[in-house]
């Protein structure tokens, strides 16, 4: 819990600086290239370890995000790990992201099928959910699960829709048994 209120507001504060220095969409985009290095094991685990000096998480990072992410990012990252706050920076770049969604009103979407879906199935599903969440942008995240046999799994927000062959079989086993 308290390593999620810190990421909070420490995303609040970059959100915030970048909306003033307008350089909001380029921070969005440095936070999600940030989420995604915090998915490698070994940065991750590096920025978590309080053994590892501040001047080696400082040197790996600037190698790792310089060219890639902007100066107010490069300056927050080196922020936070001088204020050995480094193992927040995972949630920091999510919560970020969240904000920002959050901001734009664009709704992330997982979908999860059996087989890949087409265009106009996909453009049905992102009207639907438009129409039940009154979202401005849905961003639709599809993933191929051939364990479910058939049908779908959609989650966004705290809901789940289980529409998926597996989920039915696994009822109709239960009122068997």
Do not use: C, W
């Not at 060219?67 to 770049?93: D, H």
């Amino acid at each position: 819990m308290k390593n999620k209120r810190i990421a909070q507001r420490y995303a609040k504060a970059i959100f915030d600086l970048a909306l003033e220095q307008n350089v909001f969409e380029q921070t969005n985009k440095d936070m999600q290239y940030l989420r995604e290095l915090s998915q490698v094991k070994e940065y991750r685990n590096m920025l978590k370890n309080p053994i590892v000096p501040v001047d080696k998480k400082q040197s790996t990072s600037k190698t790792l995000l310089d060219n890639k992410v902007g100066e107010l990012t490069i300056a927050f990252v080196s922020l936070i790990i001088r204020k050995e706050r480094s193992y927040a920076l995972p949630g920091i770049a999510e919560a970020f992201v969240e904000m920002y969604n959050t901001y734009k009103k664009i709704l992330p979407v997982n979908i999860h099928t059996a087989v890949p879906i087409n265009s106009k199935i996909r453009e049905r599903v992102i009207e639907k959910i438009k129409e039940q969440t009154f979202s401005e942008e849905v961003l639709l995240n599809e993933n191929v699960d051939e364990d479910l046999l058939g049908g779908f799994i959609l989650r966004y927000k705290d809901k789940l829709y289980d529409a998926s062959v597996k989920r039915q079989l696994s009822e109709m086993r239960k009122e068997l048994i």
